[in-house]
């Protein structure tokens, strides 16, 4: 019990929590302002600040009071949602990839503390944040509807749900941004490789398809039909974009804490791992370079064939002609070969200005 009890102790250590406090405070206490600003000023502006529009809905609700809401089945909680995760990148980006900067890493590395508790240290303080926020953006939504002439149509389970559903949500993106600074050389390449992996699940499957529907000719959908409905769930943006999800509360959350588990776990790994000589490269671990290179090659190439057979779509109507076939692996060779020479010259040079 002491062992683990000096280990909760170390992790939240003052010096730790003091520098990487000082360094995302400005972000960090922006989210609850954009929690207020999204959300709350919205419900009072829609709720008690418009006298002509409260009138109307009022008349509306008395006449199906059986079915009245003032609700939007989820869907206002959705811009307050994409605020957070935007500000939960930004705490991610200054807490590792502008870290990288001058002599950041090398003070925080000299600190008489493991790298693993260092990462944990970053990875509570920015869940802690955004689960305050959600809090109590959610509480002070609350207040503004019991103050409101809409008392009487308050659901709590709405908010339990809201609450219980945005922290899974942002935790898991939060995780995923954090992760993808541990092993890119600086702030750029975080940010582009999170909004890539934000989008990549639905990107592969986009990609395979039509990929498949050009040389294959016979090629039928093989994923059970409730499985393809749901797949763009998988995509950590669509998460947070998403307004009302036709998912199981049980499913959605199975998603966020599988991608919780696994780059919180690869996270803390490549952060014990990753050598302060690579800092400013765009991948920090030359071995992982080749599988870099080659994935975002074989990416990049069918991105540009699906374009290209989107493109020429009203040309290929008729099988006949092969102008899918043709546009399609012009558009494939001409994409991965620029994808190549572009990473093979950024992959070889360390970029200082961020």
Known sequence: MSTVWERVTNMLSKALWKKDYKQAKLLLWLMPAAGFLFLVFNRINELILSPANMKWKLQFINKDSENATIYSFGSEFTNYRIALAVLALGVAVLLIGMERRGLHQDFTFSLPFKRTQIYLNKWLLGILFILGAVLLTNALDI???????????????????EVLRSTFILTAWYTIVLFAGTFTGGALTQILLSLVAGVLPMGLRSMLGSFLSVYWPGYRELLNPVIRHN?????????VTGGGYSLTSLYLFGICAVYILIFLGAGLYAYSKNKPENNGKAILFPGLEPYFLWGAVVCGACFAGMV????????????????????????????GTIVYFVLRFLLKRRFKFI
């Open 143 to 161: 207040v503004v509807i019991l103050l409101s002439p809409y008392h009487d149509y308050f659901t709590l389970s709405v908010h339990v749900r």
């Open 308 to 335: 290209g057979k989107n493109f020429t779509a009203p040309y290929y109507q008729y099988q006949q002609n092969g102008a899918s076939l043709y546009a399609y692996g012009l558009a494939f060779l001409l994409g």
């Open 231 to 239: 797949w763009h769930y998988l995509d950590p943006l669509d998460l």
